[in-house]
Nanobody, 127 residues
C-alpha cells in the first residue's frame, strides 16, 4: 500500500509560481512511476507531468504540451517526495492537483493506469 500526501497549493496571481510536493510512504518509492494530474470543475482529470524511474535515482520526465517549458517535475528518493514546480501560471492552470503512483517504474498519461492517489491540493490562479 502507498499513501500520498500533496501540499503546496494556494492562490497565486497569473504569472506567478507555486511548488507542489507529494510525500509518499509505504512501498519502494523508486520502483513506482509518479505522476501529477489535475481536474478543473466540470472537466475530466488530465495528465500534467510524470517521472519514470531508470537506474538508481535516475529518472526521466514527461509533460503535457500545455505545461511544457513552464512546469518541472522532480523526484527525491531519499525523501520519498515528488515535486512539481509551476512557473508562469495561467488562469487555465487552476484546478485540483493530484499526485498519483503507478506500480510500475514507467509512467503513462492515463489516469486509469495509476494505482494510488492523494487527496489533491487546490491551485487557484487569479487574472
Amino acid at each position: 500500500q502507498v499513501q500520498l500526501v500533496e501540499s503546496g497549493g494556494g492562490l497565486v496571481q497569473a504569472g506567478g509560481s507555486l511548488r507542489l510536493s507529494c510525500a509518499a510512504s509505504g512501498r519502494t518509492f523508486s520502483r513506482y512511476a509518479m505522476g501529477w494530474f489535475r481536474q478543473a470543475p466540470g472537466k475530466e482529470r488530465e495528465f500534467v507531468a510524470a517521472i519514470s524511474w531508470s537506474v538508481g535515482s535516475t529518472y526521466y520526465a514527461d509533460y503535457a504540451d500545455s505545461v511544457k517549458g513552464r512546469f518541472t517535475i522532480s523526484g527525491n528518493n531519499a525523501k520519498n517526495t515528488v515535486y512539481l514546480q509551476m512557473n508562469s501560471l495561467k488562469p487555465e492552470d487552476a484546478a485540483l492537483y493530484y499526485c498519483a503512483a503507478r506500480r510500475f517504474p514507467t509512467a503513462t498519461m492515463g489516469p486509469s493506469d495509476y494505482d494510488y492517489w492523494g487527496q489533491g491540493t487546490q491551485v487557484t490562479v487569479s487574472s
